[in-house]
């Protein structure tokens, strides 16, 4: 897999990957999550993980300091925005 120049900025690119994909988002899941979106939140690369995400439709983990549930909705968003002609 090729790094993008964004990626090896990242603030996860040393944390252990299991951290960014909770199985569950509720109990110990949650909790996960929340710890995952602190490392997200000291991110300089932030919006580029996010964008990654959403333009390969990423559906599990944490990305760019959102969740699955989170990129769903933000999709759904961008989807029902009248496009610029």
């Known amino acids: 897999m090729e790094t993008t120049d964004w990626q090896s900025r990242a603030a996860c690119?040393?944390?252990?990957?299991?951290?960014?994909f909770p199985v569950s988002d509720m109990g110990p899941g949650a909790r996960q999550a929340e710890q995952a979106r602190a490392v997200c939140a000291r991110c300089p690369v932030r919006a580029e993980c996010l964008g990654y995400a959403l333009d390969n439709g990423l559906d599990h983990g944490v990305f760019g300091g959102t969740t699955e549930r989170e990129r769903r909705e933000l999709f759904r968003r961008q989807r029902s925005r009248p496009?610029?002609?």
């Open 83 to 85: 496009q610029a002609a």
């Open 13 to 20: 690119r040393d944390e252990d990957p299991e951290l960014f």
